[in-house]
């Protein structure tokens, strides 16, 4: 028979970072440029491209993965989910310049936006359990997409134009977000406020 006596107890602490600074901040810098162009500041390009890319997509992916390390179902959801969408949306605005398909025809944007609505719309719903700046951002990307629906399907510039301002004030809500986690988690107090 083993003695148990003489055994210590080991408390296991997680040591890992914390990845949604990384996740909100490469959202929201993507999201900031791509409405830059869409409230009519410049035009598409290769620097959204690359952003979409590597930035919103592939870092944000890298974030959601690490969120898994953490046991955080919505972070793990949230990044890797819009990671892919950047990823995709460089792909349907490419793929017929490349050649690999078709056009990209209205109704199938407008499909893929409202698809992307209604996922956002329930994150922003799950959001009234998590943080103020949280819902914030959630809160304003559903308002992006509808825009961007309504500006696509109508045809109206003004619209869209409108979605780019929303789409701006988005991202830097994400921005903020982003970095208010980290500077309270290296100052060690809550120096800016994320309800």
């Known amino acids: 028979m083993v003695d ?7 408390k296991v602490a997680d040591q890992t970072a914390n990845p949604a600074p990384l996740g909100l901040l490469a959202f929201g810098m993507t999201t900031v440029l791509l409405n830059l162009h869409n409230a009519g500041l410049f035009a598409m ?5 690359a952003m979409g890319i ?3 997509g592939i870092a944000q992916i890298i974030a959601g993965i690490m969120e898994w390390k953490k046991n955080n ?3 793990t959801t949230a990044f890797v989910s819009y990671g892919f ?3 995709s949306l460089v792909g349907l605005i490419l793929m017929p310049v490349l050649g690999w398909s078709g056009p990209l025809e209205m109704q199938a ?16 719903i799950i959001t009234f359990r998590l943080s103020k700046a949280l819902q914030v951002v959630f809160g304003l990307l559903t308002l992006l997409f509808l825009l961007l629906i309504v500006g696509n399907v109508t ?6 134009q409108i979605a780019g301002v929303v789409g701006i004030l988005c991202g830097l809500s994400a ?7 980290l500077m309270n988690e290296v100052y060690k107090e809550p120096v800016i406020r994320l309800g």
């Open 4 to 10: 148990v006596s003489n055994f210590t107890a080991v």
């Open 175 to 181: 921005m903020y977000t982003g970095l208010g986690q």
């Open 109 to 124: 944007l407008v499909s893929f936006l409202t698809i992307w609505g209604l996922f956002s719309f329930v994150m922003f």
């Open 45 to 49: 390009g290769s620097a959204i491209f």
């Open 85 to 87: 969408f950047w990823i």
């Open 155 to 160: 045809g109206n510039v003004a619209v869209l």
């Open 73 to 75: 179902t919505f972070g």
């Open 54 to 56: 590597f930035f919103g």
